[in-house]
């Protein structure tokens, strides 16, 4: 199980380590050590913090019958951030500072859970109408807008 990262691409290290952590998965159905070891090395604590995410089944995939999908992580503080895997977004204020501003990560620890929860096939399910899923972007984007 390959994991789809159309439109955008991350760091080809990355890239290869989502990639064989997903081949291992599906041969194996587990990750093997040395693969959570590189990731630690990439990552640091935010890969830490994305697996007790994915292992808590923070990650919900949100489609519509028109195939347009997007990812909601409930966060660690309980606020609930919205992930576009297909470029690389997190509404998080994390992502804002430490990944557009700062630019000394490659991912916050919303997107790396909806990248491992992929990876790993734990990802909820959630189908809603093209209506609701607009509606929820909608709100996003106005709450956004007033911080």
């Keep these: 199980m390959a994991v789809a990262l159309p439109g955008a691409t991350l760091p080809a290290v990355v890239e290869e380590l989502l990639s064989e952590m997903a081949a291992a998965v599906q041969e194996n159905a587990r990750i093997p050590d040395e693969h959570l070891l590189s990731l630690k090395f990439i990552f640091g604590s935010s890969a ?3 697996l007790d995410l994915v292992d808590r089944q923070s990650v919900t ?3 519509s019958p028109s195939g347009r999908s997007v990812y909601q992580v ?3 503080s309980g606020k609930t951030y919205t992930c576009l895997a297909s470029c690389h977004y997190c509404s998080c204020p994390a992502f804002a500072f430490s990944v557009l ?3 000394d990560s490659l991912l916050c620890k919303h997107l790396l859970a909806v990248y ?5 096939g734990t990802c909820r399910r959630l189908q809603v109408s ?3 899923l607009t509606g ?8 956004a807008q007033k911080l």
């Design 130 to 132: 093209d209506e609701q």
């Design 116 to 120: 491992l929860g992929q990876v790993m």
């Design 101 to 103: 501003r700062k630019s």
């Design 61 to 63: 995939l949100i489609s």
């Design 48 to 50: 830490v913090q994305a």
């Design 74 to 76: 409930l966060g660690s």
């Design 136 to 143: 929820l972007l909608v709100l996003k984007k106005q709450a």
